[in-house]
């Protein structure tokens, strides 16, 4: 006989359950009953916990991306910095991107709020990476942080998302790069800064 699960172990893997129905059937179809059949336990179990079907996924959703935690790197420059983060994203949250938005259509138009919003809701409270990665390049020297607006430090990390949803399959690194080199560093970095070995004025 199945030992019971209880605790953390059952509410981890309630939310598991919800995280791969969210992903198979998209929140428009998404209901306790039918996480209840994938993680098989029944709706008052799950419905203790989370009393309907937009709490539950804000949960998974949560639960999810905490299972690949990014990391702030500490390469010594921006370049590296960026890059390390778009290639942690790119490896282990391409799915994710694409859940996020599009499997979530039906929820932003029931609530009428947006990625973003959904973006700063799951982030609340969290202490941001950027934030680190571009004190250390300003205390570097790299860029005047009174000229960089938030619109230009998330640029990188949003052609990532539009790549991701307009190919459904991670980037390869050359893509990344481009996105750094080309589009990203020209825009923020000071005057005569050195990047990948060639001075940009």
Partial sequence: MAERRRGAELEGALLDAAWDELVAVGYAHFTLDGVAARAGTSRP?????WPDKQQLMIAALAHAAARHPVSVPDTGSLR???LALLRDINATRAHFVTAMSIQLAAYYQETG???ADLRDRLHA????TLGAVFDRAADRGEIDPERVT??????PFDLLRHELL?????AADT???EIVDTLFL???LTSATVVHGKAVH
């Fill in 45 to 49: 179990v799950i419905h203790r916990r």
């Fill in 80 to 82: 590296g910095d960026i």
């Fill in 113 to 115: 709020t947006t990625p």
């Fill in 125 to 128: 409270g969290c202490p941001t």
């Fill in 150 to 155: 938030d619109r230009m430090k998330s640029l």
């Fill in 166 to 170: 307009t190919t459904n399959t991670p």
């Fill in 175 to 177: 893509v990344l790069e």
């Fill in 186 to 188: 020209p825009l923020v």
